[in-house]
Structures are given as structure tokens and as C-alpha cells.
């Protein structure tokens, strides 16, 4: 009895089960096309979410902006938030680009 990894779900699993219990994909008709397509679908699934967490990276970075242009009271704790908003939105927005960048190296 050895232990693999769901093709779905990438769970660790016994080979002798016909069912992943975390995911509930029938092991049996597993063909290349079917493992293919799953593999098409975890590649996309990851990409949509690199792309979202850019999104709000981006968001979080305007916000900041916004908020650091319109501070009156360069002492007030909104004036040093916004400098953070500003600052980790600008890092995760760069982190995600080269998440970016390598996912589509190690696609080609």
C-alpha cells in the first residue's frame, strides 16, 4: 500500500482507494485526457488567483495614495497608514508579478 497524491487535489492518499475522500474523484476511468485536463484546470485556477491578488494589491496601493495626498495632519495615524497601504500594496503588486513571470516560464 503506497501513498500518492490526488491528482485533483493534491491531497496524500492510499493507492488501493477508488475515491479520493477530500475530493471525491473517481480514481478508476482516470485517463491521460482526463489527467491533462485537470492539470489544464489547477494551472488556471492558480493563475486566477495570482491575478486577484494583484488586483487587490493594486487596490490597496491606491488607497494609499489617495489617502496620503488628501492627509491634512501629517501626524495623524490615517497620514502613517496610508505610507503602509502605500508600501506593502507596492511589495505584494511586485511579489505577484514574478509569481506571474515564473508560472508562465515553467508553463513554456
Not at 490597496?60 to 502613517?80: C, E, H, I, R
Amino acid at each position: 500500500m503506497a501513498i500518492i497524491k490526488c491528482p485533483q487535489c493534491a491531497k496524500s492518499i492510499s493507492d488501493k482507494q477508488k475515491v479520493c475522500p477530500h475530493c471525491d474523484l473517481d480514481m478508476n476511468d482516470l485517463t491521460e485526457e482526463k489527467l491533462h485536463s485537470l492539470s489544464k484546470i489547477k494551472s488556471l485556477k492558480n493563475s486566477q488567483s495570482i491575478m486577484t491578488h494583484q488586483a487587490i494589491a493594486m487596490l490597496l496601493f491606491l488607497m494609499g495614495v489617495f489617502t496620503f495626498y488628501n492627509s491634512d495632519d501629517k501626524t495623524a495615524p490615517q497620514y502613517f497608514m496610508s505610507q503602509a497601504c502605500i508600501v506593502v500594496g507596492f511589495v505584494w503588486y511586485i511579489i505577484n508579478r514574478i509569481r506571474i513571470i515564473m508560472s508562465k516560464r515553467k508553463k513554456s
